[in-house]
């Protein structure tokens, strides 16, 4: 037996070594931790269950006789994140680049089935050159394996993704269908061909970093969701986004006590409003008052900046929070913030995290490019998502709510349960300067002074549509609201609605815009 132990300690400790000692310090020296050293940041100390750590990779493949590396390049196992159970890989890029063989994939793919089995999140973190040249097709198949298993598990267990260094090639999919991907800015890029291949195709010169970097997937392409400073960060990171989800579909995400009173009255919500209603504001500002403070999370923070995603608490209850932001572009919708908001609302109605939309928009934008580029197709998403989502929805109204925005993001037609409006609200077909131009531009002209009546008809569009009481009027909004209280009124229709029934037609599935 001690033979057979101290063989086994040799193994693991060779295990351990990674690509070796030049490897891990070239790793450091670009600001790197190894796959081994990320596991021991991520999960709580001494709960890492390792499995397949001593797995052999292929040495019958090309070039390949001669290396020995157990565990073939990824590290797979469970742990637990603040006491709560997780699912995790690790590439380790000091073994032959991270290169993802069969052998990754089996191990890879036998956590992912734990994982849905258990019920439990998926953390990948990615850090690898791509398919293993040496296995051919082999490897090609086995990425298959793991693209077909973060389908099935979407919508079923949360899976987070971390790009911690390359990221080429049909690689980026599996990341691409989980719910969430984490960039480090400068050390990491996702993209399907490289600049050399581009330059040679289509003669572009563009570097890797301008390519596929952080930055251009969260402002340019909408890829990822997140970028952070460094390794650590993304981890961290991952622990707190994990704190708004629940463990699977089936489950609700937990509360955690923040401390902050549920009854706390914000004074400064009555007049942050200005009164010239074509002025901006900052909706960060009023969502940071309302929330549970400090909890608010911005999800693709970077992406069509006009909208805004994310988590938050209320009472210590996770919530996901849709507002339009008027300081940009006046919160306008768009293709793009088309598709940041449905792809959020889903997200948070498949793991049962409520949804509350703050409204300040004065509709879809207008343009020729937007039309060509079919901001129909993407517009429709939102109305799709918000339809099909049976989370509890409460949304506040807090000032325009015009046109498609008011159907689209807070009607009671989109099965929104409770409707709060603030006195600013405007809720309406058009704003006044429109409805002039349409409905009062023959009687103004031949009226004896033109720019007079169409100031009269603008005062009296103004005192009769653009306010919230029609709509109240009619039950489209459920209550007129004192911004001030807005907090309070919102912990008590969630209380309310936390035991909502939750109902959807039998379907094989719908088919979204897409
Ligand atoms: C086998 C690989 C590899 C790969 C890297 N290595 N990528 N081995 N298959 N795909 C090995 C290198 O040979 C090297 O081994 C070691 O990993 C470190 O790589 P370097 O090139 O020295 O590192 P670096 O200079 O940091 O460059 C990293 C890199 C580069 C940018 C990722 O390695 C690279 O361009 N790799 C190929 C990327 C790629 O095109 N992958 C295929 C994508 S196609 P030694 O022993 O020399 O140190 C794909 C199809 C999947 O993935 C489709 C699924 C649907």
């Known amino acids: 037996m001690s033979d057979q132990l101290s063989d086994l300690r040799k193994k693991r400790e060779q295990a351990l070594q990674g690509g070796g000692e030049a490897r891990i310090e070239a790793q450091h020296k670009r600001g790197q931790l190894t796959a081994r050293e990320r596991l021991s940041v991520l999960l709580d100390e001494g709960s890492f269950q390792e499995f397949g750590g001593l797995a052999p990779h292929n040495t019958t493949d090309f070039q390949m006789a001669d290396k020995r590396y157990p565990g073939d390049g990824v590290v797979t196992g469970f742990g637990k994140i603040n006491g709560r159970r997780v699912a995790v890989y690790a590439q380790d890029f000091t073994v032959l680049g991270g290169s993802f063989s069969e052998v ?4 890879i793919s036998r956590m992912q089935d734990m994982a849905m089995e258990a019920g ?19 490897s090609l198949a086995a990425y298959g ?24 090639g049909g690689a980026v999919y599996s990341p691409a269908l989980t719910d969430f991907v984490i960039m480090v800015a400068q050390t990491s890029n996702m993209f399907l061909t490289g600049p050399e291949i581009i330059k040679s195709v289509t003669g572009e010169d563009v570097s890797t970093e301008d390519l596929g970097g952080a930055w251009v997937h969260n402002q340019r392409s909408g890829v990822a969701h997140f970028e952070v400073a460094d390794d650590t960060a993304a981890l961290e990171l991952t622990k707190l986004l994990l704190s708004y989800l629940p463990q699977n579909n089936s489950e609700d995400a ?16 009555n007049t942050l409003i200005p009164d010239d209603d074509n002025l901006p504001y900052d909706m960060r500002e009023l969502l940071g008052l309302v929330f549970d ?12 900046a006009n909208a805004i995603t994310a988590f938050a608490r209320l009472d210590g209850h996770s919530v996901g929070v849709v507002a339009n932001q008027p300081s940009v572009l006046s919160g306008v919708l768009d293709i793009d913030s088309s598709d940041k908001i449905s792809r959020f609302v889903r997200l948070c109605d498949a793991y049962n995290v409520p949804v509350i939309t703050f409204v300040d928009c004065p509709g879809y934008l207008p343009g020729v490019q937007q039309e060509y580029s079919g901001v129909i197709r993407h517009g429709a998403k939102i109305i799709y998502a918000y339809s099909q989502a049976t989370v509890p929805k409460l949304c506040v109204v807090t000032r325009k709510a015009i046109g498609g925005s008011y159907v689209a993001l807070s009607s009671k037609q989109m099965g929104n349960d409770i409707a709060f409006a603030w006195p600013s609200a405007q809720i309406a077909v058009m704003g006044a300067d429109g409805a002039a131009r349409l409905l009062n531009r023959r009687a103004a002209a031949a009226s004896e002074d033109p720019k007079q009546a169409n100031a009269d008809f603008i005062a009296e569009y103004r005192e009769k549509f653009l306010n919230p009481y029609r709509a109240a009027d009619l039950g489209q909004i459920d209550e007129v609201i004192e911004p001030v209280e807005t907090r309070l009124r919102l912990i008590r229709a969630l209380e309310v609605l936390r035991t909502k029934v939750q109902t959807a037609l039998p379907k094989k599935h719908g088919l979204f815009p897409v």
């Open 254 to 269: 937990p509360q955690l006590i923040t401390g902050d009173d549920p009854a706390r009255l914000e004074a400064e919500l």
């Open 104 to 107: 990754q994939a089996n191990k």
């Open 293 to 304: 403070k400090g909890s608010l999370l911005q999800v693709s923070e970077q992406y069509a």
């Open 120 to 138: 439990i999140p998926m953390v990948g973190l990615n850090d690898s050159g791509g398919a293993r040249v040496q296995e051919g097709v082999r």
């Open 145 to 168: 394996e793991v693209f077909f298993r973060n389908v099935k598990a979407s919508g079923v267990v949360p899976q987070v993704s971390l790009i911690m260094g390359p990221c080429a």
